[in-house]
């Protein structure tokens, strides 16, 4: 689920131009964050990605991307199985992307 109340808020704080910069910067975070994720061998590794994805996440209202990373960060944490929640969000990401980079500008003029 996309939180579209948020980035209405967004939008609505940083207008036309502004809007477009944290766009710009989320999906540079994110690329980074997804190689960083791929990458990762260790579960202190894969920690410190799902962490850090999980903050961009939140910053554009990705709520489900979000949790997936919550979870996966946790178990990490915990040394448990977090592979399922590395795959779920490999899935997970581009699809909500996908529908955010279609509906973002319909939603934001009735979200608020």
């Keep these: 689920m996309i939180n579209w109340a948020h980035v209405a808020e967004l939008y609505a ?3 036309e131009d502004g809007f477009a910069e944290v766009l710009q910067v989320f999906m540079s975070e994110v690329t980074e964050g997804l190689a960083a994720l791929q990458a990762a061998q260790s579960p202190g590794e894969h920690r410190n990605s799902f962490h850090f ?3 961009a996440a939140l910053n554009l ?3 489900d991307v979000a949790a997936i990373c919550d ?3 946790i178990l990490a944490a915990r ?6 929640q590395k795959a779920e969000f490999m899935i997970l990401f581009p699809s909500t992307f996908a529908r955010f ?11 608020g």
């Design 13 to 15: 704080e940083f207008g």
């Design 53 to 55: 994805l999980k903050g």
């Design 71 to 73: 979870e996966g960060e």
């Design 79 to 84: 040394n448990a199985d977090f592979i399922s």
């Design 61 to 63: 209202g990705f709520q």
């Design 101 to 111: 980079e279609q509906e973002w500008r319909d939603r934001i003029t009735t979200a």
